[in-house]
């Protein structure tokens, strides 16, 4: 595959807040790259309790990267790396390789200053060594495509930072119908993930959506076009249980993008709080469909339609008001938020139903059962650690940026819409954009009343960090936002 797709630099001028009190004038150096990380064999495809290995690709799969550095002279006063790639979450096998190519392609930049943020396709490659199984001689190993990625992923970074030009900033906001939550509500308060919402005892959706496109754009300084950074609230998991390599709806984005504006531009994809959300349709399917076929599209060009009309009611307005002078600020912490307590009457159920499940795949071979026995042998196993730590916590990294009059915010969790709103709602920055899945794979983190719900990616299985953690999140990012107003 290419080693490099794109490199292309742009530089600007901005004012970077030194302290509450005082600002200088200062340099915002910008440089912005893409590489296609799809590998050339067979892999093991993540997202799924069973094993699928790739026959094809129906979408390559990208690294996408927006490198930023604002200098007072010769003084350099911060830094960061913006990076989406096109996999379901960051494991950490992958993010020790990256780290390891990154401090040999780029060790002048501190990698707390990097997000890496996953699109959270379900059909890319795996990243963890054992999670699935083949006797196909010809799968590639998860530790293998590490490797191969991380390496083209680290150049495209520092091809990245060290072609860096002057240019311009804006940033916008337009919207978009891609998220639907996916949480069914029943007339006896159960909450279903993908419950049949053409059941007499359904009763509601059970949570907010998302329908913000947050945009930045960024020109050189003949107002060309070179990059853009795109967040939508919503997982690209469109086709998620294909048996291809399928960067999901953000590839025809990105493909859409470039038609517009050009294959040079660098079309920086990332996930917003959508943890409880979905692309697919919900409700009122019928109608949805027969639309798209009127139009002759697929349900991902449809996605990418609508995501393109919603980046170009921004663009169309806020490329006339490109700033020559913004505030960069980048700052990283590591937080602690309390782990969500096993109960015993969890626990009980969860070793009962891992041991059923694991004897199941003992005897017959079933690896998804294997899978969900493991799935519930964990929160046994977390049990049982209580007697010795009763409040365990969960380290868990948070980035905060900001570029001008908006801010981006990460977190590692497949982060419910309600915190993302919350801290939408609460923040001083015109624009805040909260990106998900960012540098660590977490959990799903639920909301409260989702928890009282139950169902998938509410119950105790599916959560490290339960609602009183997320709100932790929430605070100490809003503090960590607000604090750069």
């Known amino acids: 595959m290419n080693a490099l797709r794109r490199v292309f630099p742009l530089v600007l001028l901005v004012a970077a807040v030194l302290t509450g009190d005082s600002a200088a004038a200062a340099t915002l150096y910008v440089g912005a790259s893409a590489c296609d990380i799809t590998p050339d064999q067979p892999v093991f495809l993540s997202g799924q309790f069973y094993t699928r290995v ?32 096109d996999t379901v979450v960051i494991r950490e096998p992958f993010s020790a390789a990256f780290r390891q190519a990154m401090a040999k392609a780029l060790p002048e930049v501190d990698f707390s200053k990097l997000i890496l943020a996953a699109t959270h396709t379900h059909s890319a490659p795996c990243q963890t060594d054992g999670q699935y199984e083949s006797d196909d001689p010809n799968v590639m190993q998860p530790s293998k495509y590490n490797a191969f990625a991380a390496e083209k992923m680290a150049a495209a970074a520092a091809a990245a930072w060290k072609n860096r030009q002057p240019g311009k ?36 959706i059970e949570g907010m959506e998302d329908h913000d496109v947050n945009s930045m754009f960024f020109w050189d300084m003949n107002d060309k076009l070179l990059a853009m950074l795109v967040n939508v609230s919503c997982p690209s998991q469109e086709v998620e249980s294909s048996s291809t390599i399928d960067a999901d709806y953000w590839g025809e984005v990105r493909k859409g993008l470039h038609k517009v504006h050009g294959d040079d531009v660098v079309v920086v994809g990332l996930c917003g709080a959508g943890g ?5 349709l919900r409700y009122r399917q019928a109608a949805d469909e027969r639309m798209r076929a009127l139009r002759k599209l697929s349900r991902n060009e449809e996605i990418a339609r609508r995501v393109i009309r919603g980046v170009e009611e921004a663009y169309a307005v806020v490329k006339d008001a490109q700033a020559a002078d913004v505030v960069l600020k980048h700052q990283s912490k590591v937080l602690q938020l309390p782990e969500r307590i096993v109960t015993e009457t969890e626990y009980k159920s969860c070793k009962a139903e891992a041991e059923r499940l694991l004897k199941r795949a003992e005897q017959t071979g079933d690896k998804t059962a294997r899978g969900m026995g493991n799935w519930n042998a964990r929160i046994a196993a977390r049990y049982e650690k209580l007697t010795e730590e009763p409040r365990p916590m969960f380290s868990t990294p948070v980035n905060v940026l900001r570029i001008g009059d908006a801010a981006i915010c990460t977190n590692a969790f497949e982060l419910y819409t309600d915190f993302g709103i919350q801290m939408k709602a609460r ?20 909301s409260e009343r989702a928890v009282q719900g139950g169902g998938y990616g509410a119950v105790i ?11 932790v999140l929430v605070e100490e990012t809003l503090q960590m ?4 107003w």
Do not use: W
């Open 481 to 484: 936002i607000n604090a750069m």
């Open 169 to 204: 900033f804006s940033f916008g906001l337009g919207h978009a119908v891609v998220a639907y939550n996916r949480r069914a509500v029943y007339a006896n308060g159960k909450a279903v993930m993908y419950g049949n919402t053409n059941d007499p005892n359904f009763r509601a």
């Open 54 to 85: 790739s026959r094809g690709v129906s979408c390559p799969v990208m690294a996408n990267i927006l490198a930023l550095e604002s200098r007072d002279g010769d003084k350099v006063l911060d830094q960061a790396i913006v990076i989406s790639m």
């Open 276 to 280: 409880d959300m979905s692309p697919h």
């Open 427 to 446: 923040s001083k920055a015109n624009l805040t954009f909260v990106v998900q899945l960012a540098n660590g794979g977490g959990t799903y983190l639920p």
């Open 461 to 471: 299985q599916s959560n490290t960090v339960g609602p009183e953690g997320g709100q």
